[in-house]
């Protein structure tokens, strides 16, 4: 069995373990598909495998289309580790190719596609009640912000609450939930409020997963951890329709997991998704035969 250098990278995050872990693989050479979501699977998250200007992700159940997260860690790591250089860089993906930037401060800038926004035709009292939430705190919103579905890469049920002290409350029922991103046929369902934890940032957002399902990374309990194309797409509609006047802002995420994250994003003209990265765990791992299905030992 074969042993790679292998890190945990946490993608917009301020300090280790906040954020969305992504296991970085730097030598991934040979290095079949199932092996790769085999590691993935050990690490409970999204696996990158940077290769100069190639990458490639894989989650527990097999290769990911682009993912923001898993990006913003790999190429932050690369220019931690002196291989990637401040300045604008493409890489190749399994789905084509993606704009890249690293700032000076060590940030690393992701393009995006403009988000699909519509109203959702959902009941505001059916959301509120899957979310664990008082009706009265989305409805007090959606008069002038009803639930909008977002598509992204994945699809997002954005829903309004009116303060923070409601969203932080939230207990999402399972089943309710599940029934809810049913019907609105969406991968995920987000509560954001415009009532944050800092004063620069434009939402907190808080996003569910219902049971039996994945967006491509960790989660914990129901609720996942920072998510910047979700994040990236609410900021754009949100400028988009002049509820937020600023097109550079950032949205908050994972508090509420012990996971703080934020997502820096610039609207307006070509979206981007953007954040920091610390590298948490330093070490190595065996990965079987691509044929093993057993274990891997880290």
Do not use: K, Y
């Amino acid at each position: 069995m074969e042993t790679r250098q292998a890190f945990l990278v946490d993608a917009c995050a301020a300090e280790p373990t906040g954020g969305t872990p992504v296991g970085v693989v730097p030598d991934g050479d040979g290095l079949a598909d199932e092996q790769v979501s085999a590691v993935a699977g050990e690490f409970a998250t999204t696996v990158a495998l940077p290769d100069g200007d190639d990458l490639r992700v894989s989650g527990p159940s097999g290769l990911l289309d682009h993912h923001p997260a898993a990006t913003i860690a790999a190429v932050g790591h690369q220019h931690e580790r002196g291989e990637r250089e401040v300045g604008s860089h493409t890489l190749s993906t399994a789905t084509g190719t993606v704009e890249t930037e690293v700032t000076s401060d060590g940030g690393v800038w992701v393009e995006q596609s403009p988000p699909t926004a519509t109203t959702a035709n959902v009941s505001e009292s059916s959301v509120a009640d899957a979310l664990g939430i008082d009706p009265a705190a989305v409805r007090d919103v959606g008069a002038d912000f009803p639930p909008t579905l977002l598509s992204v890469g994945i699809d997002a049920l954005a829903v309004p609450v009116n303060f923070l002290e409601h969203l932080s409350g939230a207990r999402p029922d399972a089943s309710a939930l599940a029934a809810v991103a049913d019907d609105a046929a969406v991968d995920v369902v987000c509560g954001f409020t415009f009532d944050t934890l800092a004063a620069d940032a434009a939402c907190h957002m808080r996003a569910f997963v219902p049971p039996e399902q994945s967006v491509g990374s960790r989660t914990v309990g129901q609720e996942t951890l920072v998510l910047p194309a979700v994040a990236g797409g609410l900021v754009s509609h949100l400028f988009e329709r002049g509820s937020i006047e600023d097109a550079a802002t950032s949205v908050e995420q994972g508090h509420f997991v012990d996971r703080p994250g934020r997502v820096h994003v610039e609207a307006g003209g070509n979206l981007r998704v953007g954040g920091h990265t610390v590298t948490s765990l330093d070490g190595s791992v065996t990965v079987p035969p691509a044929e093993d299905d057993d274990i891997i030992e880290v």
